[in-house]
């Protein structure tokens, strides 16, 4: 039998093994670096001003974002209200009607596509289906922006969970007389509740940050957000708009938003794995 | 009492529920068509006026209102080129330290970081990338480049920080996070008994990850690489904080540029022109195909690789 030399063998492998490290080190770095870059230019930011005070024009002092943090949490809940019910549901069709017909890979094919495509097209989309037609850009139409891309996130999670029941927890439910409906709102949803809450989290998480989105419907707008039917005051839109003033308190004021908005994420996801682990044990 | 079959109340309900839940379903159907249809609708005067030759012109001027794609669509694939050929190594590897090499309670901590990080919000990105990296990029890597391997027409000029090499850069930071956290998933399901087997016959850790277990997760692992291809295409805030908002050409990996998704967010707004916005929307319609192409090139090598590899699902 040849045998094979092994010191090359080895001087490669504990070659990648130290390329490996560093890779590691390198990218922990990197996002370790942008992490406390945010964290410490936001913090100079944030004050009570901030939370309660309106924007000031440049250069004068004091002035807030609270119009935009009020206003991106109307938008977002709005969008979480419509997104939320007809992804379940699509999702619902998807794991309990959907699973072997014609009609059910179609629109799982729709779902995975859906999810692919770039947040700034969905905005695009909606200007062309609201914003258009009605004249005007508006609260609403970056609502239903945020919603079009929670869906296929919110259909998918909640096909997956809802695919982890056992079918003899179905086939038990529907062995004592309950009707389809009812097996599946009481007995599957039940046994994949936390599995769904997560999916939840995630999207709003997911969504919350979007700003390409908003950018053709929600716009923004210096002033309190009153309804929803005229451009809406949020914060990842003013960040973007401030970011690109040439005024330093506009680029500090956006520092802080930056941070909100990173931390109310990051939040909502350690809320979410919080969520699901709690029910694993 | 009736002789005809009834319908109980509860199949009734039972009807009513499934058809709600099909009306949900087909409403993700039509928003694909609608998207797809919408976008077309919008983009035909721009399509009536330039045609296929709207891909191969770089010109665009709102003044004269002479528009084509070809510089949006240049900065979009370099760009995207750069982020592919940093982050796919950097995730691979990283992925291996965790599932092979680290300590389990490093791997623990540090792949739920990444996941973490893989949900920063990309104007988070874009923010740094603007006020933190460009200026870094600036005074430090560009000189470097430019000092050492200026001879290549792609490291030449001015360093501006911000521009094509910057978004790429961060573009690759961006997919970073999110492919390691699916390239790890993908090398924590190869059994360890496979491993194993190889690791007794005398495989070194690169062996057995090169020659088994990257081969057990390819469906995975292309998995992975088109999720973060598709994400680095269309990805908006953080390159258009950085890449400068040019519509020139520019062999140097220096200069500003520009990607389909950044000239939308830049000047959608702007555009008061009826086939400034056509154009505009025309450009939206370039980005969806190419990201559909993605998917679908996606779905059908995987097809391959399951017929070749006959790996399971």
Same mark, same amino acid.
Request: with cysteine; glycine share 10%.
């Given at each position: 039998?040849?045998?094979?030399?092994?010191?090359?063998?080895?001087?490669?492998?504990?070659?990648?093994?130290?390329?490996?490290?560093?890779?590691?080190?390198?990218?922990?770095?990197?996002?370790?670096? $942008?992490?406390?870059?945010?964290?410490?230019?936001? !913090?100079?930011?944030?004050?009570v *001003?901030?939370?309660?005070?309106?924007?000031?024009?440049?250069? =004068?002092?004091?002035?807030?974002?609270?119009?935009?943090?009020?206003?991106?949490?109307?938008?977002?809940?709005?969008?979480?209200?419509?997104?939320?019910?007809?992804?379940?549901?699509?999702?619902?069709?998807?794991?309990?009607?959907?699973?072997?017909? @014609?009609?059910g890979?179609?629109?799982?094919?729709?779902?995975?596509?859906?999810?692919? %495509?770039?947040?700034?097209?969905?905005?695009?989309?909606?200007?062309?289906?609201?914003?258009?037609?009605?004249?005007?850009?508006s609260?609403?139409?970056?609502?239903?922006?945020? #919603?079009?891309?929670?869906?296929?996130? %919110?259909?998918?999670?909640?096909?997956?969970?809802?695919?982890?029941?056992?079918d003899? !927890?179905?086939?038990?439910?529907?062995?004592?007389?309950?009707?389809?409906?009812?097996?599946?709102?009481?007995?599957?949803?039940?046994?994949?509740? +936390?599995?769904?809450?997560?999916? =939840?989290?995630?999207?709003?998480?997911?969504?919350?940050?979007?700003?390409?989105?908003?950018?053709?419907?929600?716009?923004?707008?210096?002033?309190?957000?009153? +309804?929803?039917?005229?451009?809406?005051?949020?914060?990842?839109?003013?960040?973007?708009?401030?970011?690109?003033?040439?005024?330093?308190?506009?680029?500090?004021? /956006?520092?802080?938003?930056?941070?909100?908005?990173?931390?109310?994420?990051?939040?909502?996801?350690?809320?979410?794995?919080?969520?699901?682990?709690?029910k694993?044990? | 009492?009736?002789?005809?079959?009834?319908?109980?109340?509860?199949?009734?309900?039972?009807?009513?529920?499934?058809?709600?839940?099909?009306?949900?379903?087909?409403?993700?159907?039509?928003?694909?068509?609608?998207?797809?249809?919408?976008?077309?609708l919008n983009?035909?005067?721009?399509?009536?006026?330039?045609?296929? @030759?709207?891909?191969?012109?770089?010109?665009?001027?709102?003044?004269?209102?002479?528009?084509?794609?070809?510089?949006?669509?240049?900065g979009?694939?370099?760009?995207?080129?750069?982020?592919?050929?940093? #982050?796919?190594?950097?995730?691979?590897?990283?992925?291996?330290?965790?599932?092979?090499? /680290?300590?389990?309670?490093?791997?623990?901590?540090?792949?739920?970081?990444?996941?973490?990080?893989?949900?920063?919000?990309?104007?988070?990105?874009?923010?740094?990338?603007?006020?933190?990296?460009?200026?870094?990029?600036?005074?430090?890597?560009?000189?470097?480049?430019?000092?050492?391997?200026?001879?290549?027409?792609?490291?030449q000029?001015?360093?501006?920080?911000?521009?094509?090499?910057?978004?790429? $850069?961060?573009?690759?930071?961006?997919?970073?996070?999110?492919?390691?956290?699916?390239? @790890? *998933?993908?090398?924590?399901? =190869?059994?360890s008994?496979?491993?194993? #087997?190889?690791?007794?016959?005398?495989?070194?850790?690169?062996?057995?990850?090169?020659?088994?277990?990257?081969?057990?997760?390819?469906?995975?692992?292309?998995?992975?690489?088109?999720?973060?291809?598709?994400?680095?295409?269309?990805?908006?805030?953080?390159?258009?904080?950085?890449?400068?908002?040019?519509?020139?050409?520019?062999?140097?990996?220096?200069? #500003?540029?520009?990607?389909?998704?950044?000239?939308?967010?830049?000047?959608?707004?702007?555009?008061?022109?009826?086939?400034?916005?056509?154009? !505009?929307?025309?450009?939206?319609?370039?980005?969806?195909?190419?990201t559909?192409?993605?998917?679908?090139?996606?779905?059908?090598?995987?097809?391959?690789?399951?017929?070749?590899?006959?790996?399971?699902?």
């Amino acid at each position: 039998m040849k045998k094979r030399p092994t010191m090359g063998r080895k001087v490669v492998d504990a070659a990648v093994k130290a390329f490996s490290l560093l890779a590691s080190l390198l990218g922990i770095f990197f996002l370790g670096w $942008i992490l406390l870059e945010v964290g410490r230019r936001g !913090l100079g930011a944030l004050s009570v *001003d901030f939370f309660t005070q309106l924007p000031a024009p440049p250069g =004068v002092a004091g002035g807030g974002l609270s119009s935009a943090i009020f206003g991106t949490l109307l938008i977002t809940v709005v969008a979480t209200l419509i997104g939320v019910p007809i992804g379940v549901l699509a999702g619902v069709y998807l794991a309990e009607f959907g699973k072997h017909n @014609r009609m059910g890979a179609s629109v799982r094919f729709a779902v995975n596509t859906l999810m692919g %495509v770039p947040s700034i097209l969905i905005g695009l989309f909606v200007y062309t289906i609201l914003v258009l037609p009605l004249g005007h850009f508006s609260g609403w139409a970056g609502a239903v922006a945020l #919603a079009i891309i929670m869906l296929p996130v %919110v259909a998918r999670t909640t096909e997956d969970m809802l695919g982890l029941v056992p079918d003899s !927890l179905r086939e038990s439910g529907l062995a004592i007389g309950a009707p389809r409906w009812r097996v599946t709102l009481g007995v599957v949803f039940k046994a994949a509740r +936390s599995g769904l809450v997560t999916g =939840v989290l995630l999207s709003v998480a997911r969504v919350s940050g979007e700003t390409a989105p908003l950018l053709f419907t929600a716009l923004s707008s210096p002033y309190w957000p009153t +309804s929803l039917s005229g451009p809406t005051s949020n914060l990842t839109v003013t960040i973007f708009n401030y970011a690109m003033s040439p005024y330093k308190d506009w680029q500090q004021a /956006a520092w802080g938003a930056s941070l909100l908005i990173m931390a109310c994420v990051l939040a909502l996801n350690i809320l979410a794995r919080v969520a699901f682990k709690e029910k694993k044990q | 009492m009736s002789l005809l079959p009834h319908k109980s109340r509860g199949e009734r309900a039972d009807q009513s529920f499934r058809g709600l839940t099909l009306i949900a379903a087909a409403s993700v159907l039509l928003l694909m068509v609608g998207l797809l249809v919408e976008l077309a609708l919008n983009a035909r005067q721009a399509m009536g006026r330039f045609g296929l @030759r709207f891909l191969a012109s770089d010109a665009w001027n709102p003044v004269t209102q002479e528009f084509g794609a070809l510089s949006s669509v240049y900065g979009t694939v370099v760009s995207t080129l750069i982020a592919m050929l940093l #982050a796919v190594p950097l995730a691979l590897v990283i992925a291996l330290f965790l599932v092979e090499l /680290a300590h389990p309670t490093v791997a623990r901590i540090v792949g739920s970081a990444i996941e973490l990080l893989a949900a920063v919000p990309s104007i988070i990105f874009g923010m740094w990338g603007l006020f933190v990296f460009a200026p870094f990029m600036a005074t430090h890597v560009q000189p470097f480049l430019g000092e050492h391997l200026g001879f290549l027409p792609l490291f030449q000029g001015a360093p501006m920080g911000i521009g094509i090499l910057t978004s790429g $850069i961060i573009l690759a930071l961006m997919i970073l996070p999110f492919m390691t956290a699916v390239m @790890r *998933d993908v090398f924590k399901m =190869v059994p360890s008994v496979v491993k194993e #087997a190889a690791h007794g016959m005398g495989s070194t850790t690169w062996e057995v990850t090169r020659k088994v277990t990257v081969r057990y997760g390819a469906i995975g692992l292309v998995g992975a690489l088109f999720l973060g291809l598709g994400r680095a295409v269309g990805e908006t805030m953080a390159v258009t904080f950085v890449i400068g908002n040019s519509h020139r050409i520019n062999p140097s990996l220096f200069s #500003a540029g520009n990607s389909i998704a950044s000239t939308l967010a830049n000047e959608f707004t702007e555009a008061s022109e009826p086939l400034y916005l056509s154009s !505009l929307v025309y450009l939206g319609l370039v980005l969806l195909l190419m990201t559909l192409a993605i998917q679908l090139g996606a779905q059908a090598w995987l097809r391959h690789i399951k017929k070749t590899l006959g790996g399971s699902a």
